[in-house]
């Protein structure tokens, strides 16, 4: 069975910083791209960032360049978000996702593996 799981959510203060964890099962992450998106409350899921098989990366919203950070570590079959500082409008469900193919989709459709989601919460 192919699967995501993200971790390392929780309570964090305006400012500070969070890393996120996504860890593959059933099928190796090191030929597939893997994107980080997010839900607030009563919004529509958006595209965060994302990295491919080649580590090149895209980043969906400028507001997210230079707080926003994606990685990957192949050998452990995990891909990170380090997240720094978060703005109480970062506040959603995290999801990790990947496309089908090596390479960062434009369109969510396009990604066929997503995990259950981790809760960041930035607030005073």
């Known amino acids: 069975q192919l699967q995501l799981v993200e971790s390392g959510g929780g309570l964090v203060q305006p400012g500070g910083s969070l890393r996120l964890s996504c860890a593959a099962s059933?099928?190796?992450?090191?030929?597939?791209?893997i994107g980080w998106f997010r839900q607030a409350p009563g919004k529509e899921r958006e595209g965060v960032v994302c990295?491919?098989?080649?580590?090149?990366?895209?980043t969906y919203a400028d507001s997210l360049k230079g707080r926003f950070t994606i990685s990957r570590d192949n050998a452990k079959n995990t891909v990170y978000l380090q997240m720094n500082s978060l703005k109480p409008e970062d506040t959603a469900v995290y999801y990790c996702?990947?496309?089908?193919?090596?390479?960062?989709?434009?369109?969510?459709?396009?990604?066929?593996?997503w995990g259950q989601g981790t809760q960041v919460t930035v607030s005073s």
């Open positions: 996702a990947a496309p089908r193919s090596g390479f960062c989709a434009s369109g969510r459709n396009e990604y066929a593996y």
């Open positions: 059933g099928f190796r992450l090191d030929n597939y791209a």
């Open positions: 990295i491919n098989r080649l580590r090149d990366i895209t």
